[in-house]
């Protein structure tokens, strides 16, 4: 039997300093849902984002439990629940629902929505998938109605494995969770090269998740356009991948290098403005150089029936090391580690690594 009241780190009021309390409710599952008990919560910059310049119209009201991330064992099962039985570790997206965040020891998630994972991941490796890799692959393979993606053919329908073979991948930001998420499905669709920017020292990784070639970050963007005609020799770049989205100047750079007919995808939803101009010049010469626009949900329009997909493929990609997560650093202090760590994201002292919490090990 679960506990009444668990920890949590609380927000109390719009970029109010965090509150841990003692005694937050533990909501009981309803009869489609699941009650998780979570070993592992990680950090995502939503979460520091969020914690440093409020939440807006995404956060429905306060007191709000930020986390979006997470894996843990199902303790509770809902009386219509059959696809899965307590005892079962899976890992979890909660996106912006106190129900469901994971800065706390418990959470309640629909049982449609949980997803297993095997004996050879653990779960903070489980902890850093849900988010970046929904964010990565909505981006590029949801072909459902009202989608916003570039709907590439995914690797498991006819030519997915096949079509991009010899064409270019250029991903800005490789070494952040989805960059790495995304360099791993350009490996799977068999583009090449793959090319990704980030820091010297993450070169060998990128490389081992299937990046053929990585580019200093640092240099300026022509050094970087100068060393991508060299590194493609005459191969189109058909995809360009942006995972950070906050830098005008990195979606405009990002465009400028796509060949005619390519997708360029982003994740800021804000960004369509500073897009606007550069995809009308595109029409006006029929290059037809295409925007998309990643949602990081199987439940936003278009994205179900990936989704599913993705569901049913995750275990045996990690099973086998298709997929691999992202590496991991764990936070002293279970939830009061927390603060800290978004404190490092904002000031980008974190790179490479997902930051996690073990909610059981708060003081």
């Known amino acids: 039997m679960s506990p009444a009241t668990q920890k949590a780190l609380v927000l109390p009021a719009e970029k109010a300093s965090f509150e841990l309390v003692t005694d937050w409710p533990v909501t009981l599952p309803g009869p489609t849902e699941v009650l998780v008990k979570l070993v592992s919560a990680a950090l995502n910059p939503a979460d520091a984002f969020i914690k440093d310049n409020g939440g807006g119209l995404l956060i429905p009201a306060y007191p709000f439990i930020l986390g979006v991330d997470g894996a843990g064992v199902i303790e509770e099962v809902g009386s219509e629940v059959n696809n899965v039985a307590k005892g079962e570790r899976v890992m979890v997206r909660a996106g912006l629902d106190v129900k469901r965040s994971t800065f706390k020891e418990y959470a309640v998630f629909p049982a449609a929505e949980v997803l297993r994972f095997p004996a050879n991941i653990s779960f903070d490796e489980a902890a850093t998938i849900p988010l970046a890799l929904a964010t990565a692959v909505t981006g590029i393979w949801a072909h459902g109605e009202g989608n916003h993606s570039a709907e590439l053919t995914p690797p498991w329908d006819e030519g997915g494995t096949t079509k991009y073979a010899g064409k270019a991948a250029f991903i800005l930001g490789g070494s952040t969770s989805v960059g790495q998420f995304v360099i791993q499905c350009a490996r799977m669709q068999n583009f090449s090269p793959i090319i990704a920017t980030s820091s010297i020292k993450h070169e060998d990784y990128l490389k081992s998740l299937g990046a053929t ?99 049913d493929r995750v275990p045996g990609w990690l099973e086998t090391g298709v997929i691999v997560p992202n590496r991991f650093e764990v936070l002293p202090n279970g939830l009061a580690g927390v603060d800290a760590g978004l404190e490092r994201m904002s000031k980008g002292l974190v790179s490479g690594i997902k930051l996690t919490v073990h909610p059981a090990e708060t003081l």
Do not use: M
Request: aromatic fraction near 10%.
């Open 213 to 311: 070639h990585v580019i200093d970050r640092s240099l300026s963007c022509d050094e970087i356009k100068n060393t991508l005609s060299s590194l493609t020799a005459g191969t189109t770049i058909e995809l360009v991948y942006d995972p950070w989205g906050r830098d005008r100047d990195s979606h405009r750079f990002g465009y400028s290098v796509l060949a005619p007919g390519g997708a360029f995808v982003h994740v800021n939803p804000f960004a369509a403005d500073w897009l606007a101009d550069l995809v009308t010049e595109s029409e006006k010469k029929g290059e037809n150089k295409r925007v998309a626009l990643s949602w990081s949900s199987y439940n936003s329009p278009g994205n179900k029936e990936l989704g599913q997909e993705i569901f």
